[in-house]
């Protein structure tokens, strides 16, 4: 099966065009999406994740069909 992908703002920018899921065959955390999804490019420390419309931290698990969505740091006026 498949974990969906989502870039939000400067991040979908930056990254390579067309990543929308990734195998979920040996994915286990967060991290290790990011990693598969922009081909083993380092997951800033600053990226925001979530898991499901939740917010989670790069290290917490993930499974077959959940959705991912990184988001760059928000930052306000």
């Known amino acids: 099966m498949a974990i969906k992908v989502k870039f939000f703002a400067s991040l979908r920018e930056q ?3 067309g990543i929308n899921q990734v195998d ?3 994915i286990e955390t ?3 999406v990011w990693e598969r999804a922009t ?3 380092l997951m800033p420390s ?3 994740c979530s ?3 939740e917010h989670r931290e790069p290290h917490e698990s993930v499974s077959d069909g959940d959705e991912v ?3 760059p740091p928000v930052t306000g006026g």
């Open 30 to 32: 967060i991290s290790d």
């Open 39 to 41: 081909s083993t490019q």
């Open 69 to 71: 969505a990184f988001f």
């Open 51 to 53: 898991v499901n419309l």
């Open 46 to 48: 600053h990226v925001l």
């Open 24 to 26: 979920a065959d040996g």
């Open 15 to 17: 990254l390579p065009e």
